[in-house]
């Protein structure tokens, strides 16, 4: 540049230009040359129990220093990363691997946008292993198996609040560090199981059960928003907890509820007591996880480290 410099005589308009040019680059454009000064290369890091059907996966987006916007794109869904902490120049975000997901290839695009405006697009392969769930017979009260029909109509509405309120992503997270077991009790490792109610087939587990004496307590496995605090006909007392990002924990069958819709819960906060309201066989905990829809057991959360120093995979 220097020697170009000496050959040109300096006329005043080439020293304005070359002026505006030092202040806000040149006037014309060059997008398909614009880098990041620093040319940083944008990574991504994927933290799991196990890549198989019914799997959370905490996203986390590494390498560069200034992100202005991030998104991923898995099964033509989208999701939001977000930085880590204010400023942070780690993002995350979740994604939910549905139990009932076939195994194979899958490809995850990130969409990245730095603080230049420049588009950084990454895509990675989830290779997802096949799993098989056990089937098991349990026996409850007719009126749960075959529901009469004055109850057909409260069925109904409850299944499309669910299904609304699983629908929704708040942008913003409410976590605090990891995930925590609500409840202490006889774990039973049944999440995706097949049932088959007084010798009929129904829908599959999608939770994990916690089998403890009625009135033991039940806390938030993190903190979020109550997102509902009433009984449901087939999961009993029930509290559904937001904790953003399109995460929700549920927790069905309890004897009393401690918290109201709206509430901000801290993790470890008790929001109910244990108990066997709705379609149970005794009092335990029902407690189930949803992101972004997809039905996840609650326990490959557990695995998945959300401290700052926590390494990839
Ligand atoms: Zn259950």
């Not at 990675?124 to 004055?150: D, G, Q």
């Not at 929704?168 to 088959?196: A, D, H, V």
Request: charged share 20%.
């Amino acid at each position: 540049m220097r020697y170009i410099i000496s050959k040109i005589k300096l006329t005043k308009p080439l020293v304005l230009l070359l002026g505006w040019m030092c202040l806000f680059g040149s006037p014309i454009s060059f997008s398909q040359t614009r880098q990041s000064p620093t040319q940083e290369k944008p990574r991504v890091d994927l933290l799991y129990r196990s890549l198989q059907p019914g799997e959370a996966l905490l996203v986390v987006l590494r390498g560069l220093s200034s992100i202005r916007q991030a998104e991923m794109k898995f099964q033509n869904q989208k999701y939001h990363l977000l930085p880590r902490s204010e400023g942070s120049d780690e993002w995350f975000g979740w994604l939910g691997l549905d139990f009932q997901m076939k195994p194979g290839d899958y490809p995850l695009r990130v969409t990245v946008i730095d603080s230049l405006g420049n588009k950084h697009q990454l895509q990675v392969t989830l290779t997802v292993k096949p799993k098989t769930f056990p089937v098991k017979k349990l026996w409850v009260a007719p009126r749960y198996v075959t529901p009469p029909p004055e109850v057909t109509e409260r069925i109904r509405r409850e299944s499309t609040l669910l299904r609304t309120i699983f629908s929704l992503e708040s942008t913003q997270w409410r976590g605090e560090g990891k995930f925590i077991l609500p409840c202490q009790g006889k774990i039973f490792f049944n999440f995706g199981e097949k049932r088959i109610y007084n010798n009929q087939p129904r829908s599959s587990h999608s939770g994990i059960d916690i089998a403890a004496v009625t009135g033991t307590p039940v806390v938030a496995s993190n903190a979020g928003q109550v997102v509902l605090a009433t009984e449901l006909y087939f999961a009993g007392n029930t509290v559904i907890i937001d904790h953003g990002l399109g995460l929700f924990t549920f927790y069905g069958h309890l004897s009393a509820i401690k918290v109201k819709r709206g509430d901000f819960v801290h993790r470890g906060q008790l929001i109910g007591l244990v108990g066997a309201t709705g379609r149970v066989t005794g009092p335990h905990l029902h407690w189930s996880v949803r992101l972004k829809g997809s039905r996840v057991d609650p326990l490959s959360l557990l695995e998945i480290s959300l401290d700052k120093d926590s390494g990839s995979s």
